[in-house]
């Protein structure tokens, strides 16, 4: 598996870029994350980021967008405005999570 | 006596039922199975039904007739699980106790969940599901009096029941039209929530290709919010309009509201499992099994059968106190029919995408892995004759449960490493 420098660390990723190892997120590195997708972080994209990083760690996988809704309180409809056309996979990307399994 | 007490009579249930009969000691332990209804369908048939492969009498056929006689059926409707007191209360109100709770109560697509697609204007008129065996049979009538138009084959959201059965419905839907001399009167579509046509990279390339090679045109990357019955329209979450004269959909799967009511499930109503063992994370004597589970599987029959096996193994060492030693690896392995006489054959797990080369069944192969072939197709026909004769009454066929890099093609070193694991395999049956 490739190791990148983003925001002066080192961190291990797979074939696509995302993070494999959950303790090497900071908020750092999701704003550079966010920032090579095109995505520009608000308090409304923080509150997603912070659910997905909290409930990977209670549930032991990513959520996916049905979740994020259900548990998290955030319409789907509402993740494809903040985080567009791919909001599953771009919400997974900057929180330095695994895709969730409804798009592996 | 104990009692291992079975919820749901279809594919996994049952199969549970029977391997577990032959091998709980019967002076201590009774087995009972519960469902609803008294009729086992042949689930993979529904999507032959359509194209009048199938006449709906060979779909159906009595729970009982699969469950050994000395198992008890009941016939009841469940009202919930309360696993703080071991017990199952029916609806009316009696209590079945349980030792060990096997939950396999299925998934079932529901239209109810997206606004505008059980609308009564549309729905089994021109929005249909081919995987409830009313679905199918409207949907063959459907098909046989259309006079064209567009066809649109759409999956709502993942996880579905067989992830690729909606690529298949695309595929026959092309040969259908084809030898009808009616194809240049439809369009057809296929629009899906991921961003390919299928879960897995290789087996989407290949898949994919051949979409383009029946002129069917692939919408990816499409999460539907609602169905305009008036202007029969789809829109996406994020306002994507795609128009249909004629909608096949797999509407959005969820684990039965029994979990609900039991408080039990996650956000589609699937029980929290370990996915090697299917334990419930919470409770030590109930397991989940078949399409009930949340394990990051297909919903798939395959999938139910080499996971029964696995864990028909596991439960005799459970019930003694011992740990659990047979790993289920997520495999699932499907005929994909491809339309005119033709088929492929997939074989993939948790890790190993399905992979091009051949698959060996002693007597029988071996098949051709994800490329088109009539052998593929005779095995998808011959798997009704499989399935009712020897699957659910847990007789042996030569499928390991674990899946087998043999004759995969992949690097060459572990290609030879697959080689010695097979002979392994068949050795230790």
Redesign the interface.
């Known amino acids: 598996m490739p190791t990148i420098e983003i925001a002066g660390k080192d961190i291990d990723v797979n074939e696509e870029g995302f993070l494999t190892k959950y303790d090497q997120w900071d908020e750092a590195i999701a704003k550079v994350l966010a920032e090579q997708i095109g995505v520009e972080m608000t308090d409304e994209h923080w509150k997603i980021v912070n659910f997905l990083r909290s409930d990977f760690k209670s549930a032991g996988e990513t959520a996916t967008s049905r979740r994020v809704q259900v548990v998290g309180g955030f319409p789907i409809k509402e993740q494809f405005v903040l985080f567009p056309k791919k909001p599953a996979k771009k919400m997974a990307y900057i929180a330095g999570l695994p895709k969730p399994k409804g798009c592996v | 006596m104990r009692n291992l007490l079975v919820l749901g009579g279809g594919t996994a249930g049952t199969m549970v039922a029977n391997k577990l009969y032959k091998k709980l000691d019967r002076k201590e332990w009774t087995i009972t199975i519960i469902d609803k209804d008294d009729e086992h369908i042949y689930q993979p048939g529904l999507l032959l039904m359509p194209f009048g492969v199938y006449s709906p009498e060979e779909l159906i056929k009595s729970r009982r007739h699969f469950i050994p006689k000395g198992v008890e059926f009941i016939q009841s409707a469940i009202e919930k699980i309360v696993p703080e007191l071991n017990q199952v209360f029916l609806v009316g109100g009696r209590a079945i106790d349980y030792d060990q709770l096997v939950i396999a109560t299925g998934t079932t697509p529901r239209a109810d969940q997206t606004p505008g697609m059980s609308d009564p204007k549309v729905w089994k008129k021109s929005v249909f599901d081919f995987f409830t065996f009313e679905g199918s049979l409207a949907l063959r009538d459907a098909l046989a009096n259309w006079e064209g138009g567009r066809l649109v084959v759409h999956i709502t ?3 579905i029941k067989c992830p690729v059965a909606p690529l298949e419905f695309a595929f026959l839907a092309d040969a259908y039209f084809t030898e009808r001399k009616m194809r240049e009167k439809v369009t057809i579509s296929y629009v899906t ?3 390919g046509a299928f ?2 990279p290789t087996c989407s390339r290949a898949l994919g290709g051949m979409l383009s090679d029946r002129n069917i045109i692939l919408e990816p ?1 499409f ?1 539907l ?1 609602h169905i305009d019955p008036e202007q029969k329209i789809m829109v996406s ?2 306002e994507r309009e795609i128009p249909f004269d004629l909608l096949v959909t797999v509407p959005l799967n969820m684990g039965d509201d029994l979990i609900a009511r039991s408080d039990m499930g ?3 109503n699937y029980v ?1 499992v370990d996915k090697t063992t299917f334990l419930s994370k919470k409770y030590s004597n109930i397991f989940a099994l078949g399409d009930a589970s949340d394990i ?1 599987a297909s919903k798939a029959g395959s999938v139910a059968h080499f996971a029964v096996d696995i864990f028909a193994e596991n439960f005799m060492q459970h019930i003694s106190g011992q740990p659990m030693t047979g790993k289920f690896d997520g495999h699932a392995n499907c005929f994909i029919e491809s339309g005119a006489g033709k088929g492929l054959l997939i074989d993939f797990n948790y890790e190993t995408e399905p992979l091009p080369g051949m698959f060996p069944i002693p007597v029988v192969g071996p098949f051709p892995l994800l490329k088109e072939s009539r052998l593929n197709h005779l095995g998808k026909l011959a798997f009704r004759w499989i399935y009712w004769n020897l699957l659910l009454k847990g007789r042996w066929i030569p499928i390991s449960d674990q899946m087998s890099m043999a004759g995969k093609h992949r690097a060459f070193e572990e290609k030879q490493n697959g080689e010695k694991k097979e002979v392994d395999h068949y050795a230790h049956h």
């Open positions: 959201e993942m996880p929530p991921l961003e879960t897995k990357d999460m919010e979450m994020d996650d956000e589609l929290p990051p």
